[in-house]
Each structure stands twice: as C-alpha cells, then as structure tokens.
C-alpha cells in the first residue's frame, strides 16, 4: 500500500505518506485526499510537514480549502498560518456558541408563549364567564394533550412547559382533584386576584397570541 501510494504521489515524502497514512488509521481513499492537496498546495518536505502538521492541529474544526488558503495567504510561514487558524477556530468557535445561545432563548421564548396563553385562555373564560362550572375544571389529559401539540409544533421542553404550567395553576387558584384533573378551589371566584392574574400574565403576552385562545379545549 506504502509503495503503491509513493508511486502515485512522487513528490510526497515517504515519511509524510506514513504518516498520514498512520493518522488516517490506513484509510486509503482518504490519505490520498490529503496527499493530493499537499501536492497541490506545497513544493518541498519541509512545507508538506508544515502544512501536514496545521491539518492535523485543525483539520477536525477547519476545511482543507480554509487551511490552504490561509497558507497561501501568509506566504506559507507556519507561525504566522497557525496564529490566523487559531484565530479563525476562536471565531468559529465564539460563533456557535451564539447560535446555540440564540436556540436556547428562542427554545425559552417558546414556552413561555405557550404557558402565558393558556393562562390566559383559563383566566379570561373564568373572569368572563364567572357562573360556568365548566370554565373552572380542566381535565389533565386534555391539557397534556393540548400542551404537548404546541410543544411539538413550537420546539419547546414539554416536560418544563407542563411542570410551569401546574404551577401557575395553583396560583390562580386551581387544585387537583378526581383522577389528577384540576378545580378551581373556591366556591366564590376570587375576581380581583383573577384579574391581578391577568393583567400579569398579558403584561408579557405577544399580542397575537391573546387572538389565538379559542382553539383551546382543556376544559372538562
């Protein structure tokens, strides 16, 4: 295999041949990818140890076309190539790291959208509908149901959106009961906290989401 790879690449040292070899764990298909650029992108032993050895420290963050052409770009000097790679790596690096910060808020933003309308259903039916039983038992399955449509279609944490959700329940006044499903506690509806209830909840609401409550059916 050694033999056969020297004669292809004449101009690649045979101790840079095993050793990309050696590195690629004896994959040939790939070392030859990787002598062909180092004849492509070099003209002497010295340089194909250089260039070898920058693909080595980066090559698992960096393309090939990225490391040769920084090569290029700092008139092929190991030193100055490796500092601008590192550099890159940083960027690169500092760059994902934001975009996952970017998931991670918009994964939050989600559940909270999610969680702040069904508040908001469940508060405005009662407050407006203060005689109707229904408006004051939710059943468990339905709301799981419902919850875990929204999180599916949304990219939103079920299981931290349904903990949250139990939660503000029982700050509104909820409490389980028969079979795990929620009642509303007291026999007279406690409208100023209901009402303080709202207005918290609304006060952080994205608008459009207040239009959309109808289609929520968790109600017993």
């Known amino acids: 295999m050694l ?6 690449f004449p101009k690649i040292d045979e101790e840079i041949i095993s050793e990309v070899l050696k590195w690629l764990k004896q994959d040939v298909e790939k070392t030859k990818s990787i002598l062909t650029w180092l004849t492509e992108n070099t003209t002497n032993l010295k340089q194909q140890q250089h260039l070898m050895q920058l693909f080595t420290s ?10 040769s052409q920084t090569w290029r770009n700092c008139n092929q000097i190991f030193v100055d190539t490796f500092e601008k790679l590192r550099e890159i790596c940083v960027t690169s690096n500092l760059n994902e790291l934001n975009t996952y910060k970017i998931s991670l808020l918009s994964e939050e933003e989600n559940e909270l959208k999610i969680i702040r309308e069904m508040c908001l259903h469940i508060l405005w039916n009662i407050l407006k509908y203060p005689k109707h039983i229904k408006y004051r038992q939710i059943h468990k399955q339905a709301l799981c149901n419902y919850l875990s449509k929204k999180c599916h279609t949304l990219g939103a944490d079920f299981d931290h959106v349904f903990i949250s959700s139990e939660k503000n329940l029982e700050i509104i006044g909820f409490k389980k009961g028969y079979a795990d499903n929620w009642y509303y506690q007291y026999h007279h509806i406690q409208l100023l906290h209901l ?5 918290s909840v609304i006060t952080y609401q994205i608008m459009y989401v207040v239009n959309k409550t109808n289609d929520i059916n968790i109600n017993i």
């Open 3 to 8: 033999v056969q790879l020297q004669q292809t």
């Open 58 to 67: 980066v090559g698992n963050q960096l393309e090939k076309t990225t490391i």
């Open 195 to 199: 009402w303080n209830c709202y207005q």
